[in-house]
Nanobody, 121 residues
Framework: QVQLVESGGGLAQSGDSLRLSCAASGGTSSTYAVGWFRQAPGKEREFVAAIRWSTPYYEDSLKDRLTISRDNAKNMVFLQMDSLKPEDTAVYYC????????????????WGQGTQVTVSS
């Protein structure tokens, strides 16, 4: 059973950077798409970024401020977020699926518990 544990969220100010980490266990490999969705208060979950093999995928509106990477030896995926804005405030979820990257929440059977990111102006 795949398990995902996020860390690295917290409080930040506009313009700051944060790096989120996702520790995966239970058999993920490079063939798995591992990534991030986020959910802001009162909004639906939205795709942020994902990586499969070494190929990154980003939500178009966010791609200039994000870098996703993975350390296969440690089964870790990282999301570097730069130039944070108050609208980035959300719970960030690590997700995984054995297949191609998609932006549909329903395609990902594995979810972490989420980590809160709060950005103040």
């Amino acid at each position: 059973q795949v398990q995902l544990v996020e860390s690295g969220g917290g409080l930040a100010q506009s313009g700051d950077s944060l790096r989120l980490s996702c520790a995966a266990s239970g058999g993920t490999s490079s063939t798995y798409a591992v990534g991030w969705f986020r959910q802001a208060p009162g909004k639906e979950r939205e795709f942020v970024a994902a990586i499969r093999w070494s190929t990154p995928y980003y939500e178009d509106s966010l791609k200039d401020r994000l870098t996703i990477s993975r350390d296969n030896a440690k089964n870790m995926v990282f999301l570097q977020m730069d130039s944070l804005k108050p609208e980035d405030t959300a719970v960030y979820y690590c997700v995984a699926r054995n297949g191609a990257v998609t932006a549909d929440t329903e395609d990902y059977p594995y979810w972490g518990q989420g980590t809160q990111v709060t950005v103040s102006s």
